[in-house]
């Protein structure tokens, strides 16, 4: 903590202002560089409190800390509660794993109040946590330690933001961060979905290259500005180098969704490794946007659904169902692989069935003997296709995940 006003010592009552939240100090004190108990903390000094808190969630980062005797009028200015933008599935590679997988999250969660995770269950890779993340390198941390400190092998997909839904005649606004938990399309009024304000700086060769990006990613241009001019006085090395180019700043407008689809790995890849990239929320704003879904022999796979743009629903289902179908096994039956979107079908693949030779047996006879067979093996089939089920292996569902967008 550190002291704006008054001073605090061991055995006074506070009261976190953030959320209400009343706990006696057991101990204040400073670090040099361990942790050296006070008698108490004045104002400008930098030390630790202390208290009986049980849950680290009531204690948030950047909250006011004010004497409940003698509280302050208002809290100190800004402070904005943690809140999730950036959600993936955590799954355990061996799903005799999951316990302690959920043993490794809650103790993350002690020092992180950041991290939130529910339970959920996938049809292809098990038991699993829906989690919720900061960004994506909060998602990153996260991950890295879970895999480091407790040893856990992981299966990530890919990363979805937080929506909010307006449903229509209450108007009430429904956080969304699963896309299997969208509402039907008949109750949606509106979706709205995180924006950012973008900073790149790059060389200026690189300008044309960052902005055609930024136009294919539904981006929107509000700032360019030259930094610097170019030096060219060189040691050694070619003048042509683009480090040697004036820097240039771009200042633009983009959906989150659009920043989580590879775009990291494309301003890294369009200017080679020169340009730099910072980002921070800025609003919500109501977007043209569907659920896609993914249908396997006619059944929706709820993991495979996920949140686009209207004018990119084509081309990601057409992509999806590429992907999928050289992913499955063939079956004894033939397999429809759909993309629906606005409740209609809008990109299709078909697995074809594996065919046995019934005709091999035979040699010789009237050609009724073989329609007959066929026949017979044109109707198991169609039963065949009625009952059965597609199990979707683990390894063709995380090469789908990995389809970018257009």
Known sequence: VRVVDGAIESGQRVRLMGNGVSTEVSEVGVFRPKFEAVPRLEAGEVGYIATGLKNVRDCRVGDTITLEAKPASQALAGYRPLKPLVF????????????????????????????????????????GFRCGFLGLLHMEIVQERLEREYGLDLVITAPSVSYIVKLVGSGEAVEVGNPSDLPPINQISEIQEPWLDVRLITPSRFVGPMMELVNQRRGEFKRTEYLEAAS???TDGDSSSPSLDPRVLLEVKLPLAELLAEFYNQVKSRTQGYASLDYEFAEYRTGRLVRLDLLVNNQRVDALSMIVHKDQAYYRGKALVQRLKEAIPRQLFEVPIQAASDNQIIARETIPALRKDVLAKLYGGDVTRKMKLLEKQRAGKKRMKMIGRIEIPQEAFLSVLKVEGR
């Open 232 to 234: 060219h006085q060189q």
């Open 88 to 127: 993936a599935g955590l799954y355990p590679a061996d799903s005799d794993d999951f316990p302690k997988l959920r043993e490794a999250l809650e103790r993350l969660q002690l020092n992180d109040a950041a991290l939130s995770f529910t339970p959920e269950s996938s049809p292809a890779l098990g038991p």
